[in-house]
């Protein structure tokens, strides 16, 4: 076929029609396997849900419930956005069918590799200011050498915002001693309660 020839026209364009096809589907895939209520659909999944409706965390800084992503997928789209989906999506399909569900999650293994899956890009989307508490009150002195080390102006920590602040929105049972997490126990206490 010669170049522009109207078989290499419909080629090209077919091509073309099916790349957007699939990029389109990709989209409505990745949108709708991010919300809050494709996470919780999952049996073992609707205990965070709970938690993170009773942590400081239920609402974000424009007073709207909290979706699972705004925590646990980085803030922007991009390769690395793609990356953590399919491998969260990929293990969570896996334990879900094939594993043990209940038995698969344990919390206190899981805390330590799920605060890799918490971008501090995701934390600092709402706390953009790291010398003052959600009050707007000036932090703790401990708060402020740890933030300025978290920034590099004073030292330097490799550090993330979930390898510090724990639990803030989820509360295993075995954390709920903790004078830190009082409230958000007596949260959890109460509602297991009734």
């Given amino acids: 076929m010669k170049k522009g020839s109207p078989g290499r026209v419909k080629t090209v364009a077919l091509s073309l029609a099916c790349v957007l096809v699939v990029a389109a589907a990709g989209a409505v ?3 709708k ?4 209520g494709f996470c919780v659909s999952c049996h073992e999944m609707e205990r ?3 938690e993170l409706k009773l942590s400081p965390h239920a609402l974000d800084k424009d007073k709207r419930p909290i979706e699972c992503r705004q925590c646990h997928l980085p803030a922007s789209f991009g390769p690395t ?3 953590l989906k399919a491998y969260l999506g990929v293990k969570d399909v896996v ?5 043990d569900p209940v038995n698969d999650f344990y919390r206190r293994e899981l805390q330590m590799s799920a605060r890799r899956f918490v ?7 709402c706390h953009e200011n790291l010398e003052k508490n959600v009050k707007d009150e000036p932090i703790s002195r401990e708060g402020k050498l740890a933030h300025e080390a978290y920034l590099g102006t004073n ?3 490799d550090k993330g915002c979930a390898d510090c602040h724990q639990n ?15 409230e958000f126990a007596a949260k959890m206490a109460a509602q297991e309660g009734k």
């Fill in 81 to 83: 956005y793609v990356a």
């Fill in 119 to 125: 971008p501090d890009d995701s934390c600092r989307a």
């Fill in 168 to 182: 803030m929105a989820h509360l295993p049972i075995f954390d709920r001693r903790y004078v830190q997490n009082a």
């Fill in 155 to 157: 030292g330097r920590t």
């Fill in 48 to 50: 965070h849900q709970a």
């Fill in 29 to 31: 895939a990745f949108e």
């Fill in 95 to 99: 334990v879900h069918t094939v594993g």
């Fill in 33 to 36: 396997t991010s919300s809050t």
